[in-house]
Antibody, heavy 128, light 107 residues
């Protein structure tokens, strides 16, 4: 059964780089059935999608964060990673990694994508 | 970006009540709409995808409907474990966006 686990520092100083890794277990990150995503949630607030990557290295970013974000994949370790540069207090959040998959439905219009499985999340606080 | 607006932001209900949550998209997204449930301190969990398809393992008291810009999530008979926050999410175009959430509280 597929599982995802985030790891990385829980405290980052302002202006520094936030680095997180998501380890995929119970399945291969090289599956053509999934994309791999990062999503964050500031304390007490809603969800914000950050970026996605396919095992081949194809990436898409949220334009609101694109200038500061890099998402990468390491298929040999079954991991994907997030780097967010020049962080401020506004980047304090629980960061989730998630697997995004699709279904094709009879009579449907195409592939319906959704976040099928999430990691437990890791709180990253930006503070000096 | 597509803006997703949920209503209400919160509601109080009793066990056994029928509960309906609404999600409106700022433009037509056909049936590219997902619903998630989030319990405090936990990751979101997929309930419904493609507006009305029930995720495997999700109780049948949950149902979704709608297309275009207006969608609803209905819980037919609220159970104690359903008190949580619910989010809609569009999967029509990137960047994927979520509604602001609806918190379902015990009355």
């Amino acid at each position: 059964q597929l599982q995802l686990q985030e790891s990385g520092p829980g405290l980052v100083k302002p202006s520094e780089t936030l680095s997180l890794t998501c380890t995929v277990s119970g399945g291969s990150i090289s599956s053509s059935n999934y994309y791999w995503d990062w999503i964050r949630q500031p304390p007490g607030k809603g969800l914000e999608w950050i970026a996605t990557i396919f095992y081949s290295g194809t990436t898409y970013y949220n334009p609101s964060l694109k200038s500061r974000v890099i998402i990468s994949v390491d298929t040999s370790k079954n991991q994907f990673s997030l780097k967010l540069t020049s962080v401020t207090a506004a980047d304090t959040a629980v960061y989730y990694c998630a697997e995004r998959r699709y279904s094709i439905l009879p009579g449907g219009e195409g592939a319906y994508w959704y976040f099928g499985l999430w990691g437990r999340g890791t709180l990253v606080t930006v503070s000096s | 970006d597509i803006q997703m607006t949920q209503s209400p932001s919160s509601l109080s209900a009793s066990v056994g009540d029928r509960v309906t949550i609404t999600c409106r998209a700022s433009e037509s997204i056909s049936s590219y709409l997902n619903w998630y449930q989030q319990n405090p301190g936990k990751a979101p969990k997929l309930l419904i995808f493609a507006a009305s398809s029930l995720q495997s393992g999700v109780p049948s008291r949950f149902s979704g409907s709608g297309s275009g810009t207006d969608f609803t999530l209905t819980i037919s008979s609220l159970q104690p474990e359903d008190f949580a926050t619910y989010y809609c999410q569009e999967s029509y175009s990137m960047p994927w966006t979520f509604g602001q959430g609806t918190k379902v509280e015990i009355k």
